[in-house]
């Protein structure tokens, strides 16, 4: 399957993509499409035979409870709606906490690594299984970008994608920018990780932008692709030629002639780093290299169900530290940690202010200051519509915004969305606060 050159599909440059030359395929975020409509610039997109391929975020493979049915259907009747070769999602948990661990449900709003061990290979491998059965074309995963490092690692990341590869059959998504990313913040080799991993299961790559700021890159997908990142995609091609490569861009839009000279580099890049024939004699070997293989791992007869117990442990203990301001677990970076977490928060009042537009509105220039603190205490638990509602709630218990008028405003968005339900004592609260308003 040749996908081509692509460029991801947003709302807000959908216009621009219709217009864009050489443009063979999109790819879409599955969450954000309706399951029976597609956007009318997606539909004349696909009339002119330009394929669409749905990329989920929210399926939390590598967490520790099997993929939700509704999620797997959700994301099935996306691919049948598209009409797509391929679905695509992550090696990475969004989700910990719950009766497994007998702690509150916990989310980070975000793609977090998996530790590379065994346990959670054995984890993942079984998620992945029960999502390939449930989906009815093939699924490819995302190798992730990332700020920390687990300790204790057992596995390279080209190795536990081998491995992957190797129990499940699942296909690969490579994004050369988290590649990039995972060398400058964790001291990987980006050409060591290719040579490990199976290239000839690649689906399709990624090419993204990022930043630097104080020794961390960071995979804003709001900044021009660099030099660096593509290096990293003319070690790849260097190596094999993917059926597709994709540009990413999520935020801070460029002009569409900007757009147009990032899509020329990844070509140019390509063509001069194409793979001369090679001598596949040597075994054993991944992408045309000789590699070393993993160490065997030793069999111990533990249940998978007490292997999920151990990782959801680690997992929710990581996650808690980051969203809920509970202590740093044994081995972890404490700055790196803090830079995680506050990149989680505001990312949280980034997507909030998307989804809730109202009340940066009502709330000025007070609002990302407020929406911080506010985070601090307050881990997101139902999804980033009811983080906006609970975000509106706090303030007005507290009393906030001081001005009466925003108050007033701010009081009126949130019964306007909180919907008919028993009201808890919050609410009772807010309903007083707001017939003292009424009564100035």
């Known amino acids: 399957?040749?996908?081509?050159?692509?460029?991801?599909?947003?709302?807000?440059?959908a216009d621009t993509i219709e217009t864009l030359p050489g443009i063979d395929w999109v790819e879409t975020v599955a969450e954000n499409l309706c399951p029976d409509h597609?956007?009318?610039?997606?539909?004349?997109?696909?009339?002119?035979?330009?394929?669409?391929?749905?990329?989920?975020?929210?399926?939390?493979?590598?967490?520790?409870?099997?993929?939700?049915?509704?999620?797997?259907?959700?994301?099935?009747?996306?691919?049948?709606?598209?009409?797509?070769?391929?679905v695509t999602e992550h090696i990475a948990f969004v989700r910990a906490g719950g009766p497994r661990t007998g702690s509150p449900g916990l989310e980070a709003g975000h793609l977090l690594p998996v530790p590379?061990?065994?346990d959670a290979l054995d984890v993942l491998c079984e998620n992945?299984?029960?999502?390939?059965?449930?989906?009815?074309?093939?699924?490819?995963?995302?190798?992730i970008a990332a700020l920390i490092s687990w300790p204790g690692e057992e596995l390279t990341e080209g190795q536990f994608?081998?491995?992957?590869v190797e129990r499940t059959g699942v296909r690969l998504l490579i994004d050369v920018a988290n590649l990039h990313t995972n060398h400058v913040n964790r001291g990987e080799d980006p050409a060591a990780a290719l040579d490990e991993l199976p290239v000839e299961a690649i689906a399709y790559v990624h090419v993204a932008g990022g930043v630097e700021k104080d020794g961390v890159w960071?995979?804003?997908?709001?900044?021009?692709?660099?030099?660096?990142?593509?290096?990293?995609l003319a070690e790849l091609r260097s190596r094999v030629d993917p059926p597709g490569v994709l540009l990413e861009r999520d935020d801070d839009f460029p002009p569409a002639e900007e757009l147009a000279g990032e899509l020329t580099a990844i070509r140019t890049t390509l063509d001069r780093a194409a793979a001369p024939v090679r001598d596949c004699g040597v075994s054993p070997v991944r992408g045309g290299r000789s590699v070393s293989s993993p160490a065997p791992r030793r069999r111990t007869g533990t249940s998978l169900e007490a292997v999920r117990d151990r990782v959801a442990v680690a997992q929710t203990a990581l996650l808690s530290a980051l969203v809920a301001g509970t202590p740093v677990p044994q081995g972890f970076d404490h700055r790196r940690l803090a830079v995680q977490s506050h990149a989680l928060a505001a990312k949280r009042a980034g997507v909030v202010a998307k989804v809730a537009p109202e009340l940066p509105q009502i709330l000025g220039a007070g609002y990302r200051d407020?929406?911080?603190?506010?985070?601090?205490?307050?881990?997101?638990?139902?999804?980033?519509?009811?983080?906006?509602?609970?975000?509106?709630?706090?303030?007005?218990?507290?009393?906030?915004?001081?001005?009466?008028?925003?108050?007033?405003r701010l009081t009126h968005w949130w019964q306007d969305r909180a919907g008919?339900?028993?009201?808890?004592?919050?609410?009772?609260?807010?309903?007083?606060?707001?017939?003292?308003?009424a009564g100035r």
């Open 1 to 13: 399957m040749r996908l081509g050159i692509g460029i991801g599909w947003r709302p807000e440059i």
């Open 38 to 86: 597609l956007p009318d610039a997606l539909v004349r997109l696909r009339e002119r035979g330009v394929t669409v391929v749905p990329h989920g975020v929210s399926l939390g493979l590598g967490g520790v409870e099997r993929p939700d049915p509704g999620r797997l259907a959700d994301l099935a009747a996306r691919a049948e709606l598209l009409g797509t070769p391929l």
């Open 116 to 118: 590379r061990i065994w």
């Open 128 to 143: 992945v299984r029960i999502a390939q059965d449930s989906l009815p074309v093939p699924l490819a995963l995302e190798n």
């Open 161 to 164: 994608l081998a491995e992957l």
């Open 218 to 232: 960071h995979d804003t997908h709001a900044h021009p692709v660099t030099e660096p990142v593509l290096d990293v």
């Open 370 to 408: 407020a929406f911080l603190a506010y985070a601090r205490t307050r881990p997101m638990s139902g999804g980033y519509r009811r983080d906006a509602l609970n975000f509106a709630e706090g303030l007005l218990i507290a009393g906030l915004p001081a001005d009466d008028r925003a108050r007033r």
């Open 420 to 437: 008919a339900r028993p009201p808890r004592r919050a609410t009772r609260l807010v309903r007083a606060a707001r017939a003292a308003l």
